[in-house]
């Protein structure tokens, strides 16, 4: 019906049909991006799985097209799952990827393009040696997964490195940890001794991702095999299988020794920072060679139930790809931030800067339809109130609040998204003050999608968490909605959230309103701009027209 096809978004990426998970091999090749993911071609529930296919010019507009592998050997019959792209110096591609032998064994297979110059990469060959490396014996085979992308050995020019996730359940340990292996033709692999990383506790690690980031700011985005040394830290990422969030931490790596240490160990992998507090998961960067950046694309999916995904005839996302680099100003975690070819889909600009919110109040943004927005906005509070927040609360968590609905002295304030004209239904992303108990004022930006929709079969949490506010800064918000998605990047992307929302009321009449609850404070939208955004109108491959 109208409302489940509503839903559908105008500029994220997402398959024609059917389920989709995980990103895969993403890469920039002979002028084209490359987006390959997890992909069931027979229903919107995962299963028999395969390399779904896309190409774009631009990161943003996408050619659909056919798939990439499918489970034809024995050693890919449960799945061919997920893997990474590694280009090679003379340029070539090499795909390595999990191959689910059976519901038990997982070993890791090379795949490279059929024909090294077709930019479309329309056809894999899997190499004859598949499977081309089979779990260590200290693991279980079935806890042995998702290759990453392979950097040169620092130690060994002619040798590259890559790590794989998995989990060592000696003791009661729980602890995920990831292995690095060595080769010099992808086709023969020797275990490193130790491991790159283990944390006790956190279980399997999925979807690992190592790459350098430049700490002075010099560079936007390093290749993967940038050497650690001056201005250059290396982040670990893991997707815990456990609690289904992506956990990274910056630190040092010590090639020489097989090991990375995080820069604060109490915000190590799998405790600490997260790509994003809300529906995202399994995520994975490639180095733009292009554009000297490095981007992410992180699977996003559904928070309603698998009947509704099977009555719509699709389930999942991807994110809006997004540049990563590190935070100059903190020195201490990444910044998130939508790739620039986003704004090209910018169109008509709605400015509603310096509004004022008073306390408890609610003001509507009157535009035609905002389904498809991007918006930004910069927040002030007003002094006063700030000066008298040694009364605030002490220890707010937006995961156990009331969210938008509660009430503090200094939040919850920010913007009111997809909400129908009566506000019964309505997504929040909103800034919340509140005190530590050193005085000091903390800053949490979270999501509540509580009160998103009238449906009763979907997943509605308020999600998100502390976000650095440095001294002198404004309260500065990057929302990106698209139907029932809605991505937010605070503080220059220190902090993202994204949630999936289905509206029964305000799906094709959605509105924006900005909304200030705080008891004592007033709220004045600095600068507040929305843009309208345009559809991306994907394309589908077609090989007769190629042919002519
Ligand atoms: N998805 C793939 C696995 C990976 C998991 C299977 C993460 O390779 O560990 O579809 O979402």
New binding site residues.
Partial sequence: NDMLHWQRTGFHFQPPRNWM??PNGPVFYKGWYHLFY?YNRDAAV?GN?TWGHAASRDLVHWLHLPVAMVPDQWYDAN?V???SATVLPDGGLVMVY?G?ANSTV?VQCVAVPADPNDALLLHWRKHPSNPVLLPPPSVLPHDF??PTTAWVDPSDPSAYLLAI?SKNDTGDRHAGVAYVYSTRDFLSYRLLPGALHTVNGTG?W??VDFFPVSVDGARIGLDTSERAGDGVKHVLKA?L?DDRHDYYAIGTYVAEENRWVPDDGEMDVGVGLRYDWGKF??AKTFYDQNKKRRVLWG?VGEADSERADVSKGWASLMSIPRTVGFDTKTGRNLVFWPVEEVEFLRTTRYDFSGVTVEPGSIVPLSMPTAAQVDIEAQFELDSAAVDAAVDAEIGYNCRTSDGAAGRGLLGPFGLLVLADSVLSERTAAYFYVSRSADGTLRTHFCQDETRSSHASDTVKRVVGYTVPVLDGETLSVRILVDHSIVESFAQGGRSAITSRVYPTQAFNRAKVFLFNNATSAHVKAKSLRIWEMDSTFNHYYRQEAVQI
């Fill in positions: 998970n995980d997890q995962w799985i799945g799952w997920t893997g999990t689910s997982q997964r998702d996730g399997m999925e979807c997707s299988d998961y399994a699977w």
